[in-house]
């Protein structure tokens, strides 16, 4: 099995609002080790959105600790975890969230700027992941003028574009028809064994979790069962 890149140590998470406390996540437990391809199953409501920004660094658990390598997330600044996020993770969305007024081309350079890397250098990058996805021909069209499935095509090279060590996906098929569905999770299937990336996607569509390596399903905050193929 190859390096731990995250682990979560019996993370709580709890939100609360007008003095009710809700508990999202109990008591988790996980290891991700790097080129996993991990789904995460589970009804609506119950966490996989959650778990997903505590491993993305977006959200901090209320109790326990996460580590990402060796280092306790606690230990570090939000800066350096900031910078470890614009590095090192892809966010894939439901909703695509691309910014509607940039290009293709420009929507994938953009974490790149982030970044500060020079322009030369980005344009080329984002060229390449566009190519990586079938869409060399369409840099220079705006989301509005793609279709759904090349909008997540877009938002896959986006989050590939700084070759990031884990990518999580959040629902990335949810608003799309089951041949396009089918054909965009092949993608990303395909990306993760190029790439050796390590990808965490969560949908509750059982069909395309079954097609994961390791299944983790989520009932109530919780993790429920793991099964490893
Ligand atoms: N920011 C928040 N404030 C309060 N409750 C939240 C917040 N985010 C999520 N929740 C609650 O936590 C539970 C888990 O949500 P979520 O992780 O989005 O589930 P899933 O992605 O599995 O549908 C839900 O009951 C939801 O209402
Ligand atoms: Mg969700």
């Excluded at 570090?76 to 090192?88: P, V």
């Excluded at 590939?160 to 028809?177: F, G, M, Q, R, S």
């Excluded at 059982?206 to 299944?215: E, G, K, P």
Aim: hydrophobic share 40%.
């Amino acid at each position: 099995m190859g390096e731990t890149i995250l682990k979560f140590v019996n993370i709580d998470k709890v939100f609360s609002s007008e003095g009710i406390d809700f508990e999202a996540l109990k008591k988790i437990n996980l290891e991700i080790h790097k080129g996993e391809f991990i789904g995460l199953s589970g009804k609506s409501g119950s966490g996989k959105t959650t778990l997903l920004n505590v491993a993305g660094l977006i959200d901090p658990p209320t109790k326990g600790d996460l580590f990402i390598r060796n280092i306790n997330t606690k230990n570090i600044s939000d800066n350096e975890l900031s910078l470890i996020r614009a590095k090192e993770i892809g966010f894939i969305f439901q909703t695509f969230n691309l910014l509607p007024l940039l290009s293709a081309l420009e929507n994938v350079e953009y974490p790149l700027m982030l970044l500060n890397i020079p322009e030369a250098e980005r344009i080329e990058r984002a060229r390449v992941a566009l190519k990586k996805v079938g869409l060399e021909n369409f840099t220079h069209h705006r989301p509005s003028q793609l279709s759904g499935g090349q909008r997540q095509r877009v938002a896959f090279a986006r989050a590939i574009v700084k070759e990031p060590t884990l990518i999580l996906a959040d629902e990335p098929t949810a608003n799309l028809d089951t041949k396009t569905s089918d054909e965009v999770f092949e993608l990303l299937v395909r990306l993760q064994q190029d790439m050796k990336v390590t990808v965490m996607l969560c949908s509750h569509d059982n069909d395309l979790i079954s097609r994961t390596q390791r299944i983790i399903k989520i009932t109530d905050g919780m993790i429920a069962e793991e099964i490893r193929k």
